[in-house]
T-cell receptor, first 113, second 114 residues
Framework: KQEVTQIPAALSVPEGENLVLNCSFT??????LQWFRQDPGKGLTSLLL?????REQTSGRLNASLDKSSGRSTLYIAASQPGDSATYLC????????????FGQGTTLQVKP | DAGITQSPRHKVTETGTPVTLRCHQT?????MYWYRQDPGHGLRLIHYSYGVKDTDKGEVSDGYSVSRSKTEDFLLTLESATSSQTSVYFCAISVGGDTNYGYTFGSGTRLTVV
């Protein structure tokens, strides 16, 4: 059974810092991995999608990497801003071709001005 | 972005009553999903659909049923609501008509069962 773990559960950093959020998964047979952002009381916003054949994806200050063999992904946020404060969720689309996502519990990020 | 709307946004209901949540998409995406989000459990899949009248169970399907009579609508029904079903419910679609594409989520329905 696929399990997704995110470390740390919470993170507080001063504005301007570069930071890394970690996601690990137990079954390396995945179709893709997606990073989402969730603001309090809101829905999920897709940030980056990495297909199983890709190693990384970039969007602005965000860079996500994928190492399938070791079951790991990282989300790198450069020059963090207070507006980046949110919960970041990692989700894996597993090996069954049904589109079901398995989510980690998320990392709650606070960026202090 | 694919248009996806959930209704209602908030609902309070009594234990034992049936409740139906609606998810509506404006494009013809094949795959649709219902998740619930709870503190300490994260997001968990309830049911999903891979076409009109084609549905299957997720990991927490007990007490829930779904229907998809049209491509654009996916309904989630709590047959007899219980307090343990108090949660935030999210609908999602798999964009691109294929399960290897990304996902878009609705804004959620906050359900309270009293």
């Amino acid at each position: 059974k696929q399990e997704v773990t995110q470390i740390p559960a919470a993170l507080s950093v001063p504005e301007g810092e570069n930071l890394v959020l970690n996601c690990s998964f137990t079954d390396s047979a995945i179709y893709n991995l997606q990073w989402f952002r969730q603001d309090p009381g809101k829905g999920l916003t897709s940030l980056l999608l990495i297909q199983s054949s890709q190693r990384e994806q970039t969007s602005g200050r965000l860079n996500a990497s994928l190492d399938k063999s070791s079951g790991r992904s990282t989300l790198y946020i450069a020059a963090s801003q207070p507006g980046d404060s949110a919960t970041y969720l990692c989700a894996v689309h597993g090996s069954s071709n049904t589109g079901k996502l398995i989510f980690g519990q998320g990392t709650t990020l606070q960026v202090k001005p | 972005d694919a248009g996806i709307t959930q209704s209602p946004r908030h609902k309070v209901t009594e234990t034992g009553t049936p409740v139906t949540l609606r998810c509506h998409q404006t494009e013809n995406h094949r795959y649709m999903y219902w998740y619930r989000q709870d503190p300490g459990h994260g997001l968990r899949l309830i049911h999903y659909s891979y076409g009109v009248k084609d549905t299957d169970k997720g990991e927490v399907s007990d007490g829930y049923s779904v229907s998809r009579s049209k491509t654009e609508d996916f309904l989630l029904t709590l047959e007899s609501a219980t307090s343990s079903q108090t949660s935030v419910y999210f609908c999602a679609i798999s964009v691109g008509g294929d399960t290897n594409y990304g996902y878009t989520f609705g804004s959620g329905t906050r359900l309270t069962v009293v």
